[in-house]
């Protein structure tokens, strides 16, 4: 599996205006997207939910090297563990699985070659 270099440091992310509630980038495997909702998925397990479509979040986390495979996902190529062809699935050191659509499948390149 090729490594992917991340561009810029170990930035945070404020996910949440009120509290100022920020998370480090490089913790984060995958963002999955529902509606108007976003569930970040981190290294160790962890999950928090944000009522901000994946959308909110795309621009920032491409800065940072996270891919957009899915309407429904985007995954930071760090983690990825395994391609599936036959299935079209990534899954990621965590154990979380994402779906590449049909249409992104060219975002991934040659990472998963």
């Known amino acids: 599996m090729k490594t992917y270099e991340q561009r810029g440091d170990d930035s945070l992310l404020i996910i949440?205006?009120?509290?100022?509630?920020?998370i480090?980038?490089?913790?984060?495997?995958?963002?999955?997207?529902?509606?108007?909702?976003t569930v970040f998925h981190f290294l160790h397990g962890r999950e928090k939910m944000v009522a901000r479509s994946i959308k909110f979040f795309e621009k920032f986390l491409e800065t940072h090297g996270?891919?957009?495979?899915?309407?429904?996902?985007?995954?930071?190529?760090?983690?990825?563990?395994?391609?599936?062809?036959?299935?079209?699935?990534?899954?990621m050191r965590?154990?979380?699985?994402?779906?590449?659509?049909?249409?992104?499948?060219?975002?991934?390149?040659?990472l998963v070659e």
């Open 16 to 22: 949440n205006q009120k509290t100022l509630k920020k």
């Open 24 to 37: 480090s980038i490089n913790n984060v495997v995958l963002l999955k997207g529902d509606v108007n909702y």
């Open 66 to 91: 996270f891919l957009r495979i899915h309407r429904s996902f985007m995954v930071n190529p760090n983690y990825i563990e395994m391609y599936n062809s036959e299935k079209e699935i990534l899954t």
């Open 94 to 110: 965590n154990g979380q699985e994402a779906t590449i659509s049909r249409r992104r499948k060219h975002t991934l390149g040659s």
